[in-house]
């Protein structure tokens, strides 16, 4: 499964599978070892505000940014997809600046298609995008960007008339031409109501093990983001404990002189000729000593 993830093949995952495996990523470091571990979508979303800004909400988060770390993103990707999220105020103003916004987050962030949040009041604003020829991916149930609005992040579609209107609002999305949609924060049974009432793939934040994929933040599965844990998101590696336990043996073994040892130092114990400064520039690529 070496070959570019494009859209079309995620489409045709609905009927023939596999699962289609989505994870954030931020940066050109982290996409590379995503990529080539087999994740075939990379988001970058707004939840970098939250996971690399440190902010408490995503809604400060700008087009430059996500484009900025598009860019970054994109330099480390061979097969993933790569989705970029629209960010709050983005695209509500007006189906035009939408499109101005997404075909920013193509030209100037690298990415291959756009993600955003909301149903039925959205639709419009999807059509014309995706008339653009710029592919869509929507994002129904429990959307962060309205986080004022729903009182905080709770899980949506609870009770019949709850999630009569997530139905809705994810039919509408795909109506307006979306390719495949995030349903975030929903009970299982209605992620797997949904999951079967469309035909565009559905995937899966907090909305059970019935759809046709599942997205996490990086941080969260690979338990570097210790805020808080919802109740979803399984720590499949423990890396923030990791990078704490190495970040106090290397404070230690500096203060101890321990590190840099004998291995760490250029041109100890050979004569002064060869001493030289390094013929590898200090971040270029790994060629052990010079
Ligand atoms: O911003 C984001 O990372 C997202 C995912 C959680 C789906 O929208």
């Known amino acids: 499964m070496n070959q570019k993830v494009t859209v079309p093949e995620l489409r045709r995952r609905k009927q023939s599978g596999p699962k289609i495996t989505t994870l954030t990523a931020y940066d050109a470091t982290f996409a590379r070892l995503f990529d080539e571990a087999g994740a075939d979508v990379l988001l970058v979303g707004d939840t ?12 400060p988060v700008t087009l430059e940014e996500i484009c900025y770390h598009g860019r970054m993103v994109a330099r480390g990707i061979q097969r993933a997809h790569l989705v970029l999220d629209m960010p709050f105020m983005s695209f509500q103003v007006s189906s035009e600046k939408a499109l101005e916004a997404a075909g920013r987050l193509m030209k100037e962030g690298a990415g291959e298609s756009v993600k955003l949040e909301g149903g039925v009041a959205v ?47 994810a039919k509408a999305v795909q109506d307006a031409g979306a390719y495949a949609i995030v349903l975030e924060g929903l009970p299982a049974d209605l992620g797997r109501q949904i999951t079967q009432a469309l035909s565009i793939p559905t995937i899966g934040i907090g909305a059970g093990p019935d759809c046709d994929g599942q997205v996490l933040v990086c941080y969260d599965f690979l338990g570097m983001f210790e805020d808080f844990k919802p109740k979803f998101v399984k720590r499949f590696a423990q890396l923030g404990a990791e990078i ?27 004569p002064a000729a060869e001493t030289g400064t390094p013929q590898r520039p200090v971040y270029g690529p790994a060629s052990d000593e010079s």
């Open 48 to 59: 970098l505000g939250m996971v690399v800004q440190g902010l408490s909400s995503t809604l």
């Open 123 to 169: 639709a419009e604003t999807i059509a014309r995008i995706v008339a653009a020829g710029i592919p869509v991916m929507g994002h129904v149930g429990l959307t962060p960007q309205s986080i004022h609005a729903m009182g905080g992040f709770r899980v949506q579609g609870k009770g019949d008339d709850a999630a009569s209107r997530v139905m809705e609002d």
């Open 244 to 270: 704490r336990r190495a970040t106090e043996d290397y404070v230690s073994e500096v203060r101890s002189g321990a590190f840099p040892a004998e291995e760490h130092c250029y041109g100890v114990g050979k």
